[in-house]
C-alpha cells in the first residue's frame, strides 16, 4: 500500500519533505535492494520512485540497471521491456548517455511490438524521441513523437496523447520552418484541456508556448501564461518544474528591461536547479539558470556588472553537462549574454573576467546573482 500510495503521489514537494514522509522513504528503500525479482513487478517495481526522491544518481542508476538485468535474467519480457523503456526515461536526461537510452528505447520498442502491447510502444517511441531531442535531432524527435501520438490515439489515451503532442510541439518549434506549426500544436493541448484528462500536458504546453512567445517578443501574454502555471498547477513546488517556471519569469523580466528583478529570480532558479533531485532529472537546469543570469547581469545598470556577467557565463561553461544540446532558448540567452558582456566591457578585460569566473565555485557565482 505504501508503495501504490507512493505512485499515485501528485507533485506536491513539500507533502513528501516531512519528517513522516521521509521516514516512510527511507522505509521503503530499505526494504527493497537492487536486483531483488520482486522489483521487477507492480507494486515492488514502484520502490523505484522511493530511490528517486532520495536524491541519490548513483543508487538510481544501479536500481536501473539491477532491474534491467534481472528481467532479462529470468526472462520477463513485458516486464524487461517496462524497465528498459524506464531506463531510456532516466537516462535521456544525461546527455553523455543519450546514446544508451535510444538502444534501451528500442530494444524497449521490439519488446512491446512482439508483445502487441500498443501503450508500451507509445512510450517507448516517446523515450527514443526525447533522446534524440536532447541530442539536437529534432526532424527525427517530431517521427518518434508523431507514431507515439498514433498509438496512444488509436488506444483512446487522450492524456497520454496530450502530453506527446506538447512534446512534438517543442521540438517542433526549435525550427523556423515549422515553428508555427508546433506553436498551433501546442496552443491545441492548451485548448482541449477541459474536454479531456490532460494531466501533466497543459503545465508542459504553457512552458513550451511561453518560450515561443519570449523568442518572438510576445511578452505580456508569455507572462500571463507563467501567471497561469502558478495559479492553477500544485506541481509548481516540485524543484525541477519550479527551476524552469522561475528561469523562464527572469529571462521575461530581463527581456521587458526589468534586469534587477531577473538576476534576483535567476538566484531563486539557480537554488532550485542545484537541488538534488533537479541535479538528477535536469543537470543542465545549473548551467541554464547561471546564464540566464549573466544575460540579466549583462544589462543591469547601463552594464556596470557585465564583468560578473562574463564571470558567470565561465561558471556555466564549465558546468554545462557533457554532450548536451543547447535549445533555441537557451543558445538565445548565452548569445546575447557574451555578446551584451563583451560590448560593454571590450574584449580584453571580458576575457580577463571570464577567465576569473573559472575558478568560482558554484556558490560564489550564486553569490554574484545579487542586484
Not at 105 to 114: C, T, Y
Request: glycine content about 10%; hydrophobic content about 45%; proline content about 3%.
Amino acid at each position: 500500500m505504501r508503495l501504490l500510495d507512493l505512485a499515485c503521489m501528485d507533485m506536491d514537494m513539500d507533502a513528501w519533505r516531512t519528517e513522516e514522509a521521509e521516514e516512510r522513504l527511507q522505509g521503503i528503500r530499505d526494504t527493497y535492494r537492487p536486483g531483488l525479482p520482486q522489483t521487477c513487478r507492480v507494486p515492488g517495481s514502484l520502490w523505484f520512485f522511493a530511490v528517486m526522491l532520495g536524491g541519490d544518481a548513483e543508487l538510481l542508476r544501479t536500481t536501473l540497471d539491477a532491474t534491467v538485468d534481472t528481467c532479462r535474467r529470468l526472462g520477463h519480457a513485458w516486464e524487461l521491456a517496462t524497465a528498459l523503456q524506464l531506463r531510456a526515461n532516466i537516462l535521456t536526461n544525461h546527455t553523455d548517455w543519450a546514446g544508451e537510452a535510444r538502444e534501451d528505447a528500442d530494444e524497449a520498442l521490439r519488446g512491446f511490438e512482439w508483445i502487441g502491447d500498443a501503450w508500451g510502444m507509445a512510450e517507448a517511441l516517446a523515450a527514443r524521441g526525447e533522446s534524440r531531442e536532447r541530442c539536437g535531432e529534432f526532424a527525427l524527435a517530431a517521427e518518434d513523437f508523431e507514431a507515439a501520438i498514433t498509438h496512444a490515439e488509436q488506444l483512446g489515451a487522450q492524456s497520454q496523447a496530450a502530453v506527446l503532442k506538447a512534446r512534438l510541439g517543442s521540438v517542433l518549434t526549435e525550427s523556423p520552418d515549422t515553428l508555427e506549426r508546433g506553436e498551433a500544436i501546442l496552443r491545441g493541448v492548451l485548448a482541449n484541456s477541459g474536454r479531456a484528462h490532460t494531466g501533466e500536458a497543459v503545465p508542459a504546453a504553457r512552458l513550451f508556448l511561453v518560450g515561443v512567445l519570449g523568442r518572438t517578443g510576445r511578452l505580456g501574454e508569455a507572462r500571463e501564461h507563467i501567471s497561469r502555471l502558478r495559479e492553477e498547477f500544485s506541481v509548481v513546488g516540485y524543484p525541477v518544474f519550479d527551476s524552469f517556471v522561475l528561469g523562464l519569469q527572469a529571462w521575461l523580466d530581463t527581456l521587458g528591461g526589468r534586469y534587477a528583478r531577473g538576476v534576483a529570480v535567476a538566484r531563486a532558479a539557480l537554488e532550485e536547479a542545484r537541488a538534488p533531485l533537479s541535479l538528477m532529472v535536469a543537470p543542465q537546469a545549473v548551467t541554464v539558470q547561471l546564464r540566464i543570469a549573466a544575460r540579466a547581469l549583462a544589462e543591469l545598470d547601463g552594464g556596470s556588472r557585465a564583468a560578473d556577467a562574463a564571470r558567470l557565463l565561465a561558471v556555466a561553461e564549465r558546468e554545462h553537462p557533457a554532450g548536451h544540446f543547447p535549445n533555441a532558448i537557451e543558445r538565445e540567452i548565452y548569445e546575447n549574454a557574451a555578446r551584451l558582456a563583451r560590448a560593454a566591457l571590450g574584449t580584453d578585460a571580458y576575457e580577463a573576467a571570464y577567465a576569473e569566473g573559472g575558478g568560482l565555485t558554484l556558490d560564489e557565482a550564486a553569490a554574484l546573482c545579487a542586484a
